[in-house]
């Protein structure tokens, strides 16, 4: 059984930065990890995926402000924001994928993902 428990988050003003850490027990070899949000009246949003070869992808919305990277020692992936705007404000989640190895490398947030963690709020004031 995999597990993702979240940590991180909190308010902080625009401009500022969070760092946010989704710890995995249970892994495999091959897989997908992204970090998606939910904010009010929106759409569920992709973030960032990382690939277990370490490729990465960002929503334009965050490219060039949020990293995306994983420990593999600590099982742990992290959401890096820094920058942040009051549009980011929103529930953010982790979540996981087992994929086959030649996959690992086309990673996407548009998969459907497995195991998801339990969310933590980020707020952004003006």
């Known amino acids: 059984q995999v597990q993702l428990v979240q940590s991180g ?11 946010l850490s989704c710890t995995v027990s249970g892994t495999y ?31 334009d919305s965050v490219k060039g402000r949020f990293t995306i990277s994983r420990d593999n020692g600590k099982n742990t992936l992290y959401l890096e924001m820094n920058g942040l705007k009051p549009e980011d404000t929103a529930m953010y989640y982790c979540a996981t994928k087992r994929v086959a190895a030649w996959f690992a490398p086309h990673c996407s947030t548009r998969l459907d993902y497995d195991y998801w963690g339990q969310g933590t709020q980020v707020t952004v004031s003006s």
């Open 9 to 19: 988050g909190g308010s902080v003003q625009a401009g500022g930065s969070l760092k």
């Open 29 to 59: 070899n091959s897989y997908c990890m992204a970090w998606f949000r939910l904010a009010p009246e929106k759409e569920r949003e992709g973030v960032a995926v990382i690939g277990s070869y370490g490729r990465t992808n960002y929503a």
